[in-house]
């Protein structure tokens, strides 16, 4: 109880010392503030990134590989002649897995090209992307209005395309897009379907709804681009152990169909998921470690102004400190008070960074297309951190006034 009554007091008396230097207390606690906010952002931006990333990844599919001429997620800049100069991916690679993989549960070729998508005045910049049908059940499309291609579109090279929420909603705000006629650059299209709104992609690249899907077929009429250039190939796999050694079947499927011999490296690459990944963790570890080091630096800074003040506090009350110790005040519950008053210091500054940071939330949103949102547990951290931080910056003075002798105190002006 007499600890409880000590720490009662001591919040009474640091309260009332910091109400009559409000003005004082937040300029001392600019340091924490900044630090505070810098911790909840990264914090905050962190999670968002991740949330958004792995809904990316999702689009990606998790039972999907890529067979492609570059690698995804490293730096082909290092080696980027040894990629330029691998051939293309053809698309007549696209049945040579299908007839000869035990593990492929759908196949199908992918090229894109950017082009304008017009309907009467209304026009708008759009991935147009090539696939078989088969891309609807890999990619798990789904539609929100009209239909998918089919094996019939697709035989018929039919000029028939599904377009992307954002496309639809920007081509016919009021009007059915299903059974209108659009242009793509100078190609007429008639739209089939509309897909379901997915959502901003990572760091603001193009998502699902921003694309127009048509036959592969009808992309090599309209375009012809798979001619000149390399595609790509989607395969699903089973998930689970099964998908190891699909890969590695898919490998030596594509090294013998194009020629590569036993001692050569892959003039292709198997890209998944998993290499997307382990590029974003990169980034992430190096947006942590500058994160914390601002973070650090800002709360060192504030730490250091916190203990001056606090100084400066026990310097002003001196002749109180020899009061209290002259009438019975124990070492501890002088500290008490003087590391209560740095902590709530601290702590006015970690509130006020938290507000600050909540303020600066949907302007992260609104600039980087990501979700945003400031967590409790970040908060919580947040104070603990400026409970830490006070602890740390007032031991000194605390321990100062505790130790300091009455006499020479009671003297002092």
């Known amino acids: 109880m007499r600890v409880l ?6 919040l009474r ?4 010392a910091i109400w009559a230097n409000k003005l004082r207390s937040v300029l001392t606690t600019l340091g924490i503030i900044i630090g505070i906010i810098a911790v909840t952002l990264m ?6 990134l991740d949330q958004q990333f792995e809904k ?6 998790a039972d999907v590989v890529y067979v492609s001429k570059w690698p995804w997620g490293q730096n082909t800049n290092l080696d980027w002649w040894n990629y330029v100069n691998r051939p293309d991916i053809q698309a007549s690679l696209v049945d040579n897995i299908r007839e000869r993989s035990r593990y492929a549960q759908a196949v199908a070729p992918m090229t894109s090209t950017n082009r304008t998508v017009q309907y009467r005045e209304r026009s708008i910049g759009a991935e147009v992307t090539g696939s078989t049908p088969e891309y609807g059940r890999i990619r798990n499309v789904e539609l929100q209005a009209g239909r998918f291609f089919t094996e019939s579109d697709e035989r018929g090279a039919r000029n028939v395309c599904v377009l992307g929420a954002t496309v639809a909603s920007e081509l016919f705000p009021i009007a059915t897009p299903v059974g209108k006629r659009v242009r793509l650059g100078n190609k007429p299209c008639r739209v089939i379907g509309v897909q379901e709104k997915q959502g901003k992609g990572l760091f603001g690249s193009l998502s699902a709804d921003d694309t127009v899907l048509m036959p592969f077929s009808t ?9 000149w250039r390399s595609i790509d190939i989607m395969v699903q796999l089973p998930q689970g152990p099964s998908m190891a050694r699909g890969k590695d079947e898919l490998a030596g499927i594509v090294r013998i169909a194009r020629g590569v011999e036993p001692a050569e490296q892959n003039n292709f690459e198997i890209n998944d998921s998993d290499r997307v990944r382990e590029s ?11 994160g914390l080091f601002l973070t650090g630096l800002a709360l060192v ?22 009061v209290r110790k002259a009438v019975g005040a124990k070492r501890r519950t002088i500290m008490l008070q003087f590391l209560v008053e740095a902590v709530i210091v601290c702590m006015i500054g970690g509130l006020i960074g938290v507000v600050i940071s909540l303020g600066l939330t ?5 600039v980087m297309g990501v979700t945003t949102v400031l967590p409790l547990d970040t908060i919580l951290v947040a104070f603990g951190i400026c409970v830490f931080v006070g602890i740390a910056a007032g031991i000194a003075p605390a321990w100062q006034a505790a130790t300091a002798d009455p006499i020479e105190a009671l003297r002092y002006e």
């Open 5 to 10: 009554f000590e720490l009662y007091e001591g």
């Open 13 to 16: 008396i640091a309260g009332q």
């Open 43 to 48: 914090a905050t931006v962190i999670d968002g």
């Open 56 to 61: 990316s990844l999702s689009q990606l599919g």
């Open 219 to 227: 992309f090599e009429k309209l375009f012809g681009m798979s001619r």
């Open 280 to 290: 974003f963790s990169a980034t992430k570890i190096a947006i942590n470690a500058v």
């Open 301 to 322: 800074v504030g730490g250091i102004g916190v203990s001056n003040i606090m100084f400066v506090s026990v310097r002003e009350r001196t002749k109180e400190i020899g």
């Open 362 to 366: 949907p302007l992260i949103e609104a």
